[in-house]
């Protein structure tokens, strides 16, 4: 396969992963883009002050922690380019809270700008660097909303 073969297929890749997360994606949805020895490294944001490093485990985790906190959310892939085994990716996400957790009240809307690299082997994610600008929130002014 040449270079440029393997870069549109991983963008391939990554471009139908963006397509599929706001829906929430866990457990089996989850393997078909991560190889089971991944290694995420998110760095330091304003919702993880120490950034966190995680397994496919911690993965899981973090999304079904994600699906409970929020009612819904958007992700729009901005940009995206692949090089090789390499997709650099910057994209926009949007969610809002569905019920009172921690510092989040119902209806906040959390924002964030992804700056993301992923590198792939046979089509599937086996390293992922997170460089994520989050925004401050803004609680929604209707109750229940």
């Not at 959310?73 to 969610?95: I, K, N």
């Not at 690299?117 to 989050?134: H, M, P, S, T």
């Amino acid at each position: 396969m040449t270079t440029a073969d393997e870069s549109a297929r991983n963008l391939a890749v990554i471009r139908r992963y963006f397509a599929v997360i706001a829906d929430g994606p866990t457990g089996a949805e989850l393997d078909e883009f991560f190889d089971p020895a991944v290694v995420q490294e998110e760095f330091p944001n304003r919702l993880l002050p120490d950034g966190v490093t995680r397994d496919m485990a911690g993965l899981r985790e973090a999304a079904s922690r994600g699906l409970a906190l929020l009612r819904e959310q958007r992700f729009e892939l901005l940009d995206a380019f692949a090089s090789g085994s390499r997709v650099a990716a910057e994209s926009a996400w949007t969610g809002t809270v569905g019920q009172d957790i921690g510092p989040f009240k119902a209806g906040t809307v959390l924002r964030a700008r992804f700056a993301q690299i992923f590198e792939l082997k046979n089509g599937r994610i086996v390293k992922l660097r997170n460089y994520d600008c989050i925004y401050p929130w803004q609680e929604s002014s209707s109750p229940g909303a």
